[in-house]
T-cell receptor, first 111, second 116 residues
Framework: DAKTTQPTSMDCAEGRAANLPCNHS???????VYWYRQIHSQGPQYIIH???NNETNEMASLIITEDRKSSTLILPHATLRDTAVYYC????????????FGGGTRVLVKP | SAVISQKPSRDICQRGTSLTIQCQVD?????MFWYRQQPGQSLTLIAT?????????ESGFVIDKFPISRPNLTFSTLTVSNMSPEDSSIYLC?????????????FGPGTRLLVL
């Protein structure tokens, strides 16, 4: 699976949009971009995934560049409960294929 | 998605003993995964457990130390054997949902293990 690069940490203001970048310059054509988050002392929570088109669900939006070498997770209105470590993972979507977690971005939402 | 529970939620154990962690999911799933998260670290996959076959272990993890059972499509156990303080970690199970298990993984709440 391709390696991803994320900022170690970032702060954002409550109520504002949080934009979390991820670089995956060596991504293969059959690898999806997945985002998870881990709130302190909890198991990771699935957020969203995509291949090449932008995706949106009730939690977030995922914007993938046309060359697929980078992506941005957007939390449209950050709340204090969004404080967590966010992991960007690229993975071939196949049965039994593992998730390889990097260091993630530690996001602190401030009042 | 899936609702996943783990037992125990936490435990404190003495070195040299073993602990069995249970993972229960509310629907039948083909693939189950066991991860370890050491203090301050990210998650590392221990093994993949497919019902009806032997678990597949990642490099650095062996069956004698982390035996896994997968008796049916909704349940799995991970045993941490002959524990040492270095085994103090959070142990998490996850399940693959959709596309024969390859779509998305959902995680349980984790088991926090402290070995003294």
């Amino acid at each position: 699976d391709a390696k991803t690069t994320q900022p170690t940490s970032m702060d954002c203001a409550e109520g504002r949009a949080a934009n979390l970048p991820c670089n995956h310059s060596t991504i293969s054509g059959n690898e999806y971009v997945y985002w998870y988050r881990q709130i302190h002392s909890q198991g990771p929570q699935y957020i969203i995934h995509g291949l090449k088109n932008n995706e949106t669900n009730e939690m977030a939006s995922l914007i993938i560049t046309e060359d697929r070498k980078s992506s941005t997770l957007i939390l449209p209105h950050a709340t204090l409960r969004d404080t967590a470590v966010y992991y960007c993972i690229v993975r071939v979507r196949a049965a039994g294929n593992k998730l390889t977690f990097g260091g993630g971005t530690r996001v602190l939402v401030k009042p | 998605s899936a609702v996943i529970s783990q037992k125990p939620s936490r435990d404190i154990c003495q070195r040299g003993t073993s602990l069995t962690i249970q993972c229960q999911v509310d629907s039948q799933v083909t693939m189950m995964f066991w991860y370890r998260q050491q203090p301050g670290q990210s998650l590392t996959l221990i093994a993949t457990a497919n019902q009806g076959s032997e678990a597949t272990y990642e490099s650095g993890f062996v069956i004698d130390k982390f035996p896994i059972s997968r008796p049916n499509l909704t349940f799995s156990t991970l045993t941490v054997s002959n524990m040492s303080p270095e085994d103090s970690s959070i142990y998490l199970c996850s399940v693959g949902i959709g596309l024969a298990g390859g779509e998305t993984q959902y995680f349980g709440p984790g088991t926090r293990l402290l070995v003294l």
